[in-house]
């Protein structure tokens, strides 16, 4: 059974790929599953392997979606991203890791995105 917290995560990381997908991106994985953690969303924009973390809030409270990469989340994404990039040698070797923010407003209101790139540092 779907619980709602992952039916707003999922909900969330499908506006994420769309709006990255505008931009250009292609994504080549999600939801990909390590011990160490998981990774939302991976893309190739270019020559670029990027690595996506979707926050997604239904308010703005406590700071909103942007607010909720926290540090020790930053160092896990980093080091999966590496380990992932070792796996993957035909991908693109450069990559980074970006937060895509969103907050659901009221109802018939369209949803607020916010792209970080090389939102963590590696």
Same mark, same amino acid.
């Given at each position: 059974?779907?619980? +709602? $917290? $992952? $039916?707003?995560?999922?909900? !969330?990381?499908?506006?994420? *790929?769309?709006?990255?997908?505008?931009? !250009? %991106?292609?994504? @080549? *994985?999600?939801?990909?599953?390590?011990?160490?953690?998981?990774?939302?969303?991976?893309?190739?924009? !270019?020559?670029?392997?990027?690595? @996506?973390?979707?926050?997604?809030?239904?308010?703005?409270?406590?700071? !909103?979606?942007?607010?909720?990469?926290?540090?020790?989340?930053?160092?896990?994404?980093?080091?999966?991203?590496?380990?992932?990039?070792?796996? %993957?040698?035909?991908?693109?070797?450069?990559?980074?890791?970006?937060?895509?923010?969103?907050?659901?407003? +009221? *109802?018939?209101?369209?949803?607020? @995105?916010? %792209?970080?790139?090389?939102? @963590?540092?590696?």
């Amino acid at each position: 059974m779907t619980t +709602p $917290r $992952r $039916r707003l995560g999922d909900l !969330g990381e499908r506006l994420a *790929a769309e709006y990255l997908e505008g931009l !250009g %991106h292609r994504v @080549v *994985a999600t939801n990909v599953r390590r011990r160490e953690g998981e990774i939302d969303l991976i893309t190739v924009e !270019g020559d670029t392997l990027v690595f @996506v973390e979707v926050k997604t809030r239904r308010t703005s409270d406590y700071g !909103g979606a942007i607010s909720a990469l926290s540090a020790a989340k930053q160092r896990r994404m980093a080091a999966l991203a590496e380990a992932y990039c070792a796996e %993957h040698p035909e991908l693109p070797q450069q990559a980074r890791v970006d937060l895509v923010a969103i907050d659901l407003g +009221p *109802a018939g209101e369209p949803p607020r @995105v916010e %792209h970080v790139r090389s939102a @963590v540092e590696g």
